[in-house]
């Protein structure tokens, strides 16, 4: 196995208050092994919450907090507008799919 493996959380559907409980716990076990990236894939979600916002919130500062990187791939025509009137597309680092999350690891200074 490569060293630098990218751990990818796929979701689909709806991600609301119903689903984040699993979500989280999926988020939480995949974390607690403190890999160096971590990518939730919403290229099939058709909606998000503020509850789903949230979760993935928590899970990137997580992954903060021992020095990993979390990204988010996929974001869908009717989701993205919830991340920019959030302004959260300028929190979360975003790519168009997980291929590109795979290979844009590396990020400038955030406060350049």
Do not use: C, W
Request: glycine letters at 8%; charged letters at 20%.
């Amino acid at each position: 196995m490569p060293k630098n493996q990218l751990n990818i959380l796929p979701l689909e559907g709806e991600i609301d208050l119903h689903v984040y409980p699993q979500i989280r716990a999926a988020l939480a076990a995949m974390i607690a092994k403190k890999p160096p990236q971590v990518v939730v894939d919403l290229s099939k979600v058709s909606y998000i919450d503020s509850s789903g916002l949230a979760v993935l919130i928590e899970a990137m500062q997580n992954v903060g907090k021992y020095g990993g990187k979390f990204a988010l791939s996929g974001l869908q025509e009717g989701v993205r507008p919830i991340f920019e009137i959030a302004r959260l597309d300028q929190i979360f680092r975003i790519f168009p799919d997980t291929a590109s999350a795979r290979e844009g690891g590396r990020l400038p200074s955030e406060n350049g």
